[in-house]
């Protein structure tokens, strides 16, 4: 199986190499459009701020490859943000493949959130085994709330969307990479997808 993890200089990507070879398969880190294109399955990962991220992705040109992939996408923290409608950080216009806008938390809570948080009403084959309530590992000041897409619940401060789904298109606001054996289950069911 052939997994490629997009870089354009905007993930944690060491993590997830190392999770992905914990679950006994080898990834491939790859900003050409070909070996993209031609990949089983695609990790498409984030870490900063969002406009200069979407900035890298304009720049090379994945921004209108990657709406248009057609094998199994997850997109993880940033990476998922990136892929709704907008995000108010920076004023980004995003991917628009999940039909959300990312909004910043407000200041009555402590930003960005930080740590370990449950997810539940768990709605997905990524979720195959998992039980309600587990915790996840998340760092995020900005969130994607709860619509029609949403297939994981989080409460900080108000409800909102921890993980997403449209088509072939995976999301998750928590880094399943550093969310111990959970995470790294869940990570396991997109790539026997």
Same mark, same amino acid.
Not at 35 to 40: H, L, N, T
Not at 96 to 118: C, E, H, L, T, Y
């Given at each position: ?77 940033? &990476?998922? %943000?990136?892929?709704?409608?907008? $995000?108010? /950080?920076?004023?980004? *216009?995003? !991917? +628009?493949? @999940? ?71 995976? &999301?998750? %606001?928590?880094?399943?990479?550093? $969310?111990? /054996?959970?995470?790294? *289950?869940? !990570? +396991?069911? @997109?790539?026997?997808?």
């Amino acid at each position: 199986m052939k997994i490629v993890i997009i870089n354009y200089g905007a993930g944690n990507i060491q993590s997830i190499m190392f999770a992905i070879e914990r679950l006994g398969f080898k990834a491939v880190l790859s900003n050409n459009p070909d070996e993209i294109q031609s990949a089983d399955k695609v990790i498409f990962p984030g870490v900063g701020e969002a406009s200069s991220a979407m900035f890298k992705l304009r720049e090379s040109g994945l921004d209108s490859l990657i709406p248009n992939l057609k094998q199994p996408v997850l997109g993880i923290c940033l &990476g998922m %943000q990136l892929m709704c409608n907008s $995000s108010e /950080e920076g004023n980004t *216009k995003g !991917l +628009g493949i @999940f039909d959300v806008d990312v909004i910043r938390f407000s200041n009555k809570v402590k930003v960005p959130q930080m740590g370990w948080n449950q997810i539940y009403d768990l709605k997905s084959d990524l979720f195959k085994g998992i039980s309600e309530n587990e915790f996840m590992y998340l760092v995020h000041s900005f969130y994607a709330p709860n619509c029609k897409e949403t297939i994981a619940t989080t409460n900080y401060e108000v409800e909102y969307a921890s993980a997403l789904q449209k088509d072939n298109f995976y &999301g998750t %606001q928590f880094h399943p990479e550093k $969310s111990g /054996e959970i995470g790294e *289950k869940i !990570l +396991g069911n @997109f790539l026997k997808m």
